[in-house]
């Protein structure tokens, strides 16, 4: 009886959302996975689907979900300390795993220290949460992730400390860096390594190269922070992310392990300062449960694995597989956006054309996210394909074929 009103207005707040084209559809259930043979790659079933499917929405970039190193390193970290950790890493909650995984991701990015998390998102949240004070100025790409965006307002930054610049523009970079008003004591600059509705990077080197140029105004300097959830791992010539794809290094690195590493979690690395600043500061952090030592033992292994022969061939197959995808796109005359990563955008530009192509690939056996307006603008409209190791020749030319109607 209490919820009956609450419930009544909630329901009156779905409607609008699914009015304006805003609402998500209801979520499809993986059932089981069917290995890849000789020819095809891996396919999923779906309860209530009598047909497998091939995954070209998925983040998992270097196929690693199923890897027997991984696997084994999970199973064993699990039955030497359980499933859980039981508290908060304050309250003996930090287990081995966890220093060995925040030591080993920590040079495997080039920082002296870095610190866990359960997710990217709550490692933005806590990075703002740590670095915020009311005269620390934040300046972000346009098209910044909506963790990074809500890390800001968690963190209480006001308006006026606040700039936006228009996307990879480095001049309107500038213009936001001269607009700071000189009484603030520090300039943070912050943006995706890799944009994820775009598969296009930011160009880490011009924008550390400029924020040079100002960072003898103001007390703290300016503080250059790349997440680079979508690069770490599946970018750079050994999967170093974005900063070895451009070849300059920003202050602090976010990632995940979620994406490239194919396990769960997220990180800072950063100065061994920073790194323990976010460990006093940090909410995130402090107040909740943090990974179970599975996890962060699957994730070393990964990043282990990334840094061996093995993952290097992973990394040459994605980046051929990426390459086919994007011919093909081209040779069908469809448009995309240039880049080398495996974020293949396909541009519809149309919300109905668009939701009408998802459809029919659904039909034909492959899942693919569709963008479109509100979520973007109008003329906007988006598949976004992620390729993964694990596709083979033949599911690209699959796809492409789907594609040519």
């Known amino acids: 009886m209490a919820l009956e009103r609450l419930d009544a207005a909630l329901t009156a707040e779905l409607q609008y959302l699914a009015d304006e084209g805003r609402s998500k559809a209801p979520e499809r259930v993986i059932s089981g996975c069917i290995p890849s043979d000789d020819v095809h790659g891996p396919r999923y079933t779906l309860e209530g689907y009598d047909r497998p499917f091939l995954r070209m929405n998925s983040n998992s970039y270097l196929s690693l979900a199923f890897h027997p190193a991984l696997l084994q390193a999970a199973d064993q970290a699990g ?74 307002r968690i963190a209480g930054v006001p308006g006026a400390n606040k700039g936006i610049y228009r996307h990879n523009d480095m001049n309107d970079l500038r213009r ?22 775009r598969g296009d990077h930011a160009p880490i080197d011009r924008i550390v190269e400029l924020c040079r140029e ?21 970018y750079g010539a050994t999967g170093r992310g974005t900063a070895e794809f451009c070849g300059a ?90 880049g080398p990563h495996p974020i293949v955008p396909l541009l519809v530009r149309d919300t109905t054309a668009t939701r009408r192509l998802v459809n029919h690939l659904f039909d034909n056996g492959v899942l693919a996210v569709g963008l479109t307006y509100p979520v973007v603008p109008q003329g906007d409209e988006t598949i976004r394909f992620q390729v993964n190791a694990g596709h083979t020749e033949a599911d690209i030319d699959f796809l492409l074929s789907l594609l040519n109607v």
């Open 249 to 338: 290094m920003p202050d602090i690195v976010v990632g995940t392990f979620g994406k490239a590493f194919g396990v769960n979690g997220g990180f800072i690395a950063a100065s061994a300062t920073i790194v323990e600043a976010v460990r006093q500061k940090a909410d995130t952090y402090i107040y909740t449960n943090p990974l179970g030592a599975a996890d962060c033992a699957a994730a070393a292994s990964a990043i282990d694995l990334c840094d061996s022969g093995e993952g290097l061939a992973l990394l040459a197959t994605l980046q051929r597989r990426t390459r086919q995808l994007r011919a093909g796109l081209a040779t069908l005359g469809l448009e995309s956006i240039p």
């Open 176 to 197: 936001c860096l001269d607009a700071v008003d000189p009484a603030m004591e520090r300039v943070v600059v912050i943006f995706d390594g890799v944009f994820s509705m």
């Open 79 to 152: 039955r030497r300390y359980g499933v859980g950790p039981g508290a908060v890493r304050f309250i003996d909650g930090t287990f081995a795993p966890h220093i060995a995984l925040e030591q080993r991701i920590a040079r495997f990015v080039g920082r002296p220290a870095a610190r866990i998390f359960n997710s990217a998102y709550t490692a933005n949240c806590g990075l703002a949460l740590t670095l915020a004070t009311p005269l620390t100025h934040w300046i972000g790409d346009q098209l910044n992730h909506n963790s990074i965006i809500r890390a800001m």
């Open 214 to 234: 100002y960072h003898e105004q103001f007390r703290d300097g300016v503080i250059t922070i790349v997440d680079d959830s979508h690069g770490i791992g599946a």
